[in-house]
């Protein structure tokens, strides 16, 4: 299909207009005119369509990468908007070509994050081409990766048409992703909520049941928080919780699934993790927040009680949460800053 000098604004009465006694020649280039108009409005309306089933980023984009596949082939199509800090990659390819692929579109994003014109590049054999999104503040970088051929000039205008449609779906996704972050989030810590603890705890024991994999959970909670909100005021409770929270963050997997609960209780999920290898962690965990210095509690030390508790067949959802709670105070009774499993 060629869509040169078509203008979706255009209506097939407009282009169909004939004069009182035209040629065969130029009736001829009305009627190609109007096939391929026609054409081209049916793209618009199958993206339309494809676009408007979807609220999140990466299935919105994977929604464009599909319809546009066939008018522009492609290895990877990827995007990236610095100023909310939003970047998806989909790619095709498979094995090393796809770690590569991905390795020279990140590179190829990280040095081009204020690029205001499209711009085309090699590296190695793939050439790379951006676009910039500029519908909307902020709107960001579009970049495709293909092997052995640069995007050409009709194919660009397709990718141009394109774009002028998914700007505002993509605002949608990007305004969509940002709400649930802070409905998902704690505003104080970061850490992922009850709400997302609750939504992630069925899953991975429903995962767990399949695969006969192991889980543990531990539920902590600070030693004698109480004392120092009393004692330093709240500003310092905030600080501390903050200083907490991160600690623990950078010590736990990507995969696991670190929440807070609320005040100073704090839950954590260990997949594929049995009840000894848990315990190692927590017993980290324990001694790092131990030797926190967090100023003004000079004086005062900072502790943490952790009880674990390994799911098994015999315990449901509920059961699992009220051993670990069980877990932890037994901690706490039997001297606080300390791990009990059982």
């Not at 998902?184 to 850490?191: E, I, K, P, V």
């Not at 909520?193 to 995962?207: A, K, P, S, T, Y």
Request: proline share 4%; glycine share 6%; with cysteine.
């Amino acid at each position: 299909m060629n869509i040169e000098n078509i203008s979706p604004s255009e209506s097939p009465s407009d282009s169909l207009h004939f004069n009182s006694g035209p040629s065969m020649n130029s009736l001829v280039v009305e009627l190609e005119r109007y096939r391929r108009q026609s054409e081209w409005l049916s793209l618009v309306n199958e993206l339309h369509g494809r676009l408007a089933g979807v609220v999140d980023l990466p299935a919105m984009l994977e929604a464009f990468s599909v319809w546009l596949t066939p008018l522009v082939p492609h290895e990877l199509l990827a995007y990236s908007n610095h100023l909310r800090e939003r970047r998806h990659l989909l790619c095709s390819n498979h094995g090393p070509e796809r770690t590569r692929a991905m390795q020279i579109a990140k590179t190829a994003l990280n040095s081009a994050p204020n690029h205001k014109t499209s711009c085309c590049w090699t590296q190695d054999e793939f050439y790379v081409q951006s676009w910039t999104l500029d519908a909307f503040q902020g709107s960001g970088l579009l970049l495709i990766l293909r092997k052995d051929r640069q995007v050409g000039e009709y194919e660009s205008q397709i990718i141009a048409k394109g774009l002028k449609i998914l700007c505002e779906p993509l605002q949608r996704a990007l305004d969509y992703e940002d709400l649930y972050e802070q409905a998902s989030h704690d505003a104080l810590t970061g850490l992922v909520n009850r709400r997302v603890f609750d939504e992630r705890i069925g899953v991975l024991l429903c995962q767990s049941k399949r695969h006969d994999h192991p889980v543990t959970l531990a539920c902590m909670d600070l030693d004698k928080f109480k004392d120092i909100n009393d004692t330093y005021g709240h500003t310092v409770g905030d600080k501390v919780l903050q200083k907490v929270s991160s600690t623990l963050s950078l010590m736990v997997r990507s995969c696991d699934v670190l929440a807070r609960m609320g005040g100073d209780e704090f839950m954590l999920i260990m997949p594929d993790t049995n009840l000894e290898s848990a315990k190692i962690l927590a017993d980290r965990l324990c001694k790092k927040i131990g030797n926190l210095k967090i100023s003004p509690l000079d004086k005062q030390k900072i502790g943490i009680s952790i009880g674990l508790v390994e799911w098994n067949r015999q315990l449901d959802k509920k059961e699992w949460i009220r051993k670990a709670d069980e877990a932890l105070y037994k901690a706490k009774a039997d001297g606080r800053s300390r791990v009990h499993a059982q």
